[in-house]
């Protein structure tokens, strides 16, 4: 899981932007991906899927979270597929399962922000039927973001 944040991650970074990535990949690791059953499995309304290999089950092809956002609201986190398993569906059917679980807490809508580097991954959200409500210009660094000057996407997708 941690070895396919870190290749999702690298595929993204521009080599002008290395050290900052650098930081973000090893902060999002110490303050949630190092410790995920106490991060997402120690809240209510929470939780995290790994789709993995058949033959290697310690191999992750994807994965997906879902942190509370709201009370009414559940943000999708860490949605990623391996490389050389992309277009093949895994993305759609993580996503189904994280809606679907928002569903079943009472969750109205599911949230999401991604940056500007992730130009298939917002085809994908907009393709599944979230729109984009907000961005920010240069979101500060945190585990959630790398800063760095980039621009977030936010979306938000309402539950039936």
């Keep these: 899981m941690i070895g396919l944040f870190r290749e999702s991650m690298w595929d993204l970074a521009p080599p002008t932007l290395a050290a900052d990535f650098q930081s973000y990949i090893e902060r999002a690791i110490q303050e949630e991906l190092g410790k995920v059953e106490e991060y997402y499995f120690g ?5 995290f899927w790994v789709t993995q290999e058949g033959e290697m089950p310690d191999r992750v092809l994807g994965m997906v979270g879902v ?3 709201a009370d009414d609201a559940g943000e999708l986190r860490r949605m990623a597929v391996e490389k050389a398993h992309r277009r093949k569906g895994i993305g759609r059917e993580l996503l189904a399962t994280a809606e679907a679980f928002c569903r079943d807490c009472g969750y109205r809508r599911v949230v999401l922000s991604t940056s500007e580097l992730q ?6 959200y907009e393709s599944s039927g979230y729109r984009r409500v907000r961005e920010d210009a240069a ?13 977030r996407y936010h979306y938000e997708k309402p539950l039936a």
């Design 43 to 47: 809240r209510e309304g929470q939780g």
């Design 67 to 69: 942190e509370r956002h």
């Design 119 to 124: 130009v298939a991954a917002m085809r994908l």
């Design 139 to 151: 979101a500060p660094a945190s585990h959630k973001s790398v800063g760095a000057g980039l621009t």
